[in-house]
């Protein structure tokens, strides 16, 4: 018997909203993300995946079949500040303490941040998701200073940024994993977070793990 499709119903009117918990994890050249910084305020992380335009291909006079581009994400990262390790990042070195330079080379970094998951039950504090980001660069962005004035306003920040997929075994690579805290393993993702946020347990540093060793650990 075929089961009546409802709507609207009571705990499942989901959204998502906010954006918290930011962390930047430099690379280095042997290609991991072993250092993670508070990225304190956030204001905003926008994920545009660009590419996956479509070829039609014709044949014996009718539509034979579409190939698929190659996808790609740009992210648009916005806060109020941002934190010091993510200077050379942005093309800048200090020189002598208190003197930075810009126009220097940029460094690849990685991101993680989070959102919240509500619904109309539990509104904000139904569960979140984990947003990991990979192969980051940063592009040159404009820097609008003004007179402070009677209707005085913080300077926002602004980075486009370019990504280059990570390689996973079984899957075409990607540079953006996410995971919902409503269906992943509740030990699991307790130990990635430790990972990414660090623990009071020993020395061992914040730390942005790879892709497949994130799904290695996800996996009970």
């Given amino acids: 018997?075929?089961?009546?499709?409802?709507?609207?119903?009571?705990?499942?009117?989901?959204?998502?909203?906010?954006?918290d918990h930011g962390v930047l994890y430099p690379r280095i050249a042997d290609g991991s993300y072993?250092?993670?910084?508070?990225?304190?305020?956030?204001?905003?992380?926008?994920?545009?995946?660009?590419?996956?335009?479509?070829?039609p291909l014709y044949a014996d006079n009718i539509k034979y079949l579409n190939l698929l581009s190659t996808e790609t994400l740009k992210v648009t990262i916005e806060a109020y500040t941002y934190p010091d390790e993510f200077g050379v990042c942005d093309g800048s070195e200090?020189?002598?303490?208190?003197?930075?330079?810009?126009?220097?080379?940029?460094?690849?970094?990685?991101?993680?941040?989070?959102?919240?998951v509500g619904?109309?039950?539990?509104?904000?504090?139904?569960?979140?998701?984990?947003?990991?980001?990979?192969?980051c660069t940063a592009s040159p962005s404009e820097k609008a200073f003004s007179t402070i004035n009677d209707n005085p306003d913080a300077i926002t920040f602004s980075w486009s940024v370019d990504t280059v997929p990570e390689l996973v075994t079984g899957f075409k690579p990607t540079a953006l994993?996410?995971?919902?805290?409503?269906?992943?393993?509740p030990t699991s993702l307790a130990a990635l977070e430790?990972?990414?946020?660090?623990?009071?347990?020993?020395?061992?540093?914040?730390?942005?793990?790879?892709?497949?060793?994130?799904?290695?650990?996800?996996?009970?």
């Fill in 94 to 116: 200090e020189a002598a303490d208190g003197v930075n330079l810009g126009q220097q080379g940029r460094q690849t970094f990685g991101l993680c941040y989070r959102t919240n």
């Fill in 194 to 220: 430790s990972l990414l946020y660090g623990d009071d347990s020993g020395p061992t540093p914040a730390a942005l793990p790879l892709p497949d060793d994130v799904i290695a650990l996800m996996t009970p």
């Fill in 119 to 135: 619904n109309d039950v539990d509104g904000n504090d139904l569960g979140y998701k984990l947003h990991l980001l990979y192969g």
């Fill in 1 to 19: 018997m075929t089961q009546l499709i409802t709507w609207d119903v009571a705990g499942e009117r989901f959204y998502e909203t906010g954006v």
């Fill in 177 to 185: 994993i996410t995971i919902d805290s409503r269906t992943a393993d």
């Fill in 34 to 55: 072993p250092a993670g910084y508070a990225w304190n305020g956030l204001v905003g992380v926008t994920e545009s995946p660009e590419g996956a335009e479509s070829t």
